[in-house]
């Protein structure tokens, strides 16, 4: 009973942090509820100004001033995006942001470029000193943002995401093409694994 408490505890917050994924107006809510933490506009902009030009203007051209993206929200005065997550001890709990500008938009689309909310969240990671990160779930989007498809540069978006962070991926094996993607683009070891018998 006490692990099934708080699986439903989880659930709930997992509910949450998605819904201010795509309802902005709900994100300061859930920073004050201890479900979401702050990336400085700043420091993206210091970070954005590190990329190559071609890059940086393809960033803006398409989303515009990271100051002005839906996640962005002013608090003691500075600008910072909100990134919704949950911290249990050593472990954060975040759900992938969105890859484009509605639910479900531009999940597979390996030429349009991720929004600064989603740059932002992964940068938040790396900066926060997070070790390695464990992508549950088939499939992601880090894996399908615009890039070469072997042999990433450094200013190809998946690795502009996750860096030289360690990626692991329990990967469902019957699924064999989308986890062959993970590998070489998301920059992934995976991790098989069987899929629940049903009856």
């Known amino acids: 009973d006490v692990y099934k408490g708080q699986g439903q505890k989880l ?27 702050t990336l400085p506009v700043r ?8 990329l190559p030009e071609p890059r940086r203007a393809e960033l803006l051209a398409r989303w515009g001033d ?12 500075e600008k910072q995006f909100i990134i919704p997550c949950y911290k249990a001890g050593n472990l954060l709990l975040m759900p ?16 349009e470029p991720p929004p600064h909310a989603y740059l932002a969240a992964y940068l938040m990671l790396r900066v926060s000193g997070t070790d390695a990160l464990i992508h549950f779930g088939t499939h ?20 502009l ?13 019957d699924n064999i093409a989308e986890a062959i993607q993970s590998k070489p ?3 992934a070891v995976t991790v098989s694994h069987q899929t629940t018998p049903i009856a």
């Open 11 to 37: 659930i709930g917050f997992a509910q949450q942090m998605l819904h201010g994924l795509y309802h902005p107006e709900a994100l300061r809510a859930l920073r004050d509820a201890g479900l979401a933490t």
């Open 66 to 77: 990271p100051e002005n993206a839906p996640s962005v929200v002013e608090i003691a005065g």
């Open 185 to 187: 683009r998301g920059r």
């Open 140 to 159: 992601g989007t880090q894996e399908w943002t615009p890039g070469k498809d072997r042999g990433l540069s450094t200013d190809d978006y998946p690795f």
């Open 161 to 173: 995401a996750v860096g030289d962070l360690p990626v692991c991926y329990p990967y469902t094996q």
């Open 43 to 50: 420091r993206y902009q210091t970070w954005l100004a590190t």
């Open 96 to 111: 992938q942001p969105p890859r484009g500008a509605t639910a479900g938009a531009s999940y597979h689309d390996t030429s």
